[in-house]
């Protein structure tokens, strides 16, 4: 199967199988996996850490050639519990993603992720490089705390409504310290005022992820109460313990997987992760590829950002690496 001369999306397609992966007396995570079963394993990594894996991701990779792996970190989506943070680290996603793809008996996939995903990816790869075949990686967030930062306070340079929105509401009392704040309604005993907490990060977050605004789009988006609920919840969780990574690490150790081919995409305006992390990614790794979306934000769902990974996913099934000058020639994005 092809994809369209536009890079659009594959056609929608089921899982052949699904199921949840007890990962403890606690925790179980939602995995499926649809397309080729002898075709190349790829796997999905989502973003948030609560976002969890929508079904239109299926539709990035062509089912004839690829063995299509799709799951929900501890805490997103359809993993049980929804929004638990007990037991729930970086370090235990990696070896969370490490048990699923023994589970599936998978020797070696291609690991595409975007936003957290990407965080996620590196950190998994660095651990296990041998379970890799090579990287595609959208919107580089790399969880430092300018990052953290940045979101909670620098993107209201950008979105001055949203971020008024996101903070408005808070009483003036407890301005000084917005992240405190939230935590103390996402994680109180009133589920009302959890899950209003969690809508109002989670439409920020919409809000700002768009170079061209839409806020029907937004509107759709919050009405996705696990989404939105595991989001708000993990998010805040992951920033408070500065997303369980040491400073710097990610690229301190990029040598562990510098000899796996790797696409990195980003939009040019991307304000919740903005190109810099990008771009110190593409410096410290020989040999990766960086393409710069001149017109989008943060969004895999913006047409500029969709066309372009479906485009690289396209050129590995054919090439098993990624080269700069082919990619620019082989198509429009």
């Known amino acids: 199967m092809d994809a369209t001369p536009e890079f659009d999306f594959f056609p929608p397609l089921e899982p052949r199988r699904s199921g949840l992966l007890r990962l403890d007396d606690l925790h179980e995570i939602y995995w499926e996996e ?24 299926r539709r990035w990779y062509d089912p004839d050639a690829y063995r299509i792996i799709l799951f929900d970190q501890r805490g997103a989506f359809r993993a049980k519990p929804l929004g638990e943070v007990e037991r729930n680290t ?52 790399l969880g430092s705390p300018d990052e953290i930062d940045w979101f909670m306070r620098g993107m209201r340079r950008f979105f001055p409504k949203a971020h008024d929105d996101f903070i408005g509401w808070i009483p003036q009392a407890e301005k000084h310290d917005i992240l405190t704040a939230y935590e103390k309604r996402l994680f109180g005993k009133d589920a009302d005022a959890r899950m209003d907490a969690a809508r109002r990060w989670f439409k920020y977050t919409e809000s700002c992820s768009l170079l061209r605004h839409d806020p029907d789009l937004v509107e759709e988006a919050v009405k996705n109460d696990p989404v939105v609920y595991g989001t708000g919840r993990l998010d805040a969780f992951y920033f408070r313990n ?47 590829v960086l393409h710069v979306v001149a017109d989008a934000g943060h969004s895999p769902s913006e047409p500029g950002i969709r066309s372009k990974v479906i485009q690289t996913i396209e050129y590995y099934k054919r090439n098993k690496r990624f080269d700069a000058a082919a990619l620019q020639a082989s198509g429009p994005v």
């Open 34 to 57: 649809c397309g080729n079963p002898d075709g190349i394993p790829v796997v999905y990594v989502h973003g948030g850490p609560g976002g969890g894996s929508s079904p239109d991701k």
């Open 90 to 141: 970086t370090q235990l996603l990696v070896e969370d993603m490490e048990a699923l793809r023994k589970m599936l008996d998978v020797d070696k996939w291609l690991v595409t992720g975007g936003s957290w995903g990407t965080t996620l990816s590196l950190a998994y790869g660095q651990t296990y490089p041998d379970a890799c075949l090579g990287f595609v990686l959208r919107g580089i967030f």
């Open 242 to 288: 500065s997303m369980f990574l040491e400073p710097g690490k990610l690229i301190r150790d990029i040598g562990r997987i510098s000899h796996l081919p790797v696409m990195i995409i980003q939009g040019g305006h991307d304000v919740i992760a903005p190109p810099a992390a990008a771009y110190a990614i593409h410096r410290a790794w020989p040999g990766s």
